[in-house]
């Protein structure tokens, strides 16, 4: 894939989709199967993923059969419970979204892609009195890290997040999870996911409890996950934000390349 490299936000979105378009992008997988360039993938608990580097130069009616055969591939597995098509704003992909509405799909909120220097978010930051940073491996302390973010999103409770994450600390592939901590309370959370054969960490999962929003926790917990990325040799930072963090990351230097909208099938 090429792009015109004279800005840093080209050549970020270049790496970006040289580097994390790939198997990169799904390391907890449990399968994966290609059609055409679409990569179709299984999570456990039955979750299903569609992702790709480009769609070359498809058009409509190609599209619209890769969708189709997609979908075939996903119903044709009764474990399959839900699929999340992943978009990328800047891709050229005509007559996308409204084959993924054919097909049942539902179009989710679109978030910001941001890339950025890790060292430019690995600074020395202020935490509020009391409150203190550590890194998280213990089975109840992932289970209560996921109960925490599931709440703050308003998901229903469930074990699934806590699993998948068990299940990736298990693999031992340098994914850390850091807390803050109030009175034994965890008040604010976040993953760092550096992505093998790359220069790149992700940040995700970050969520602050409402309550502690606008003390500079949500930064903390960025700059944290940014040194260690940085002693991991990673010198890029990526997110897919919210309208919440992407002013935060933002402001630490982090450039909004282009936008990712999932869209949502559920059987």
Known sequence: MTHNQSTPRARFLAAYDDQLRTDAETPSATSVSILG??????????????????????????????????????????????????????????????????????????????????SALAIDLPLPEGVALRQLSEDSDVRAMSAMQGEVFGDPVSEEMAEALLRRLALDDGMELWVAEADGRIVGAGRLEPVQDSGFAGIWGGTTRKEWRGLGIYRALTAARARSALHMGKSLIHSDSTEYSRPILERFGLLKVSTTTPYRWTR
Do not use: C
């Open 37 to 118: 360039p679409l990569r179709l993938v299984t999570f456990m608990h039955g979750r299903g993923f569609v992702t790709y580097q480009d769609l070359g130069a498809a058009g409509g009616n190609a599209i619209r059969r890769l969708v189709s055969g997609a979908m075939d591939h996903y119903r044709d597995s009764p474990k399959i419970t839900r699929v999340e098509w992943k978009t990328r704003g800047h891709d050229h992909a005509p007559g996308l979204h409204e084959a993924l509405l054919e097909h049942g799909f539902i179009r989710d909120e679109t978030e910001s892609i941001m890339i950025g220097a890790a």
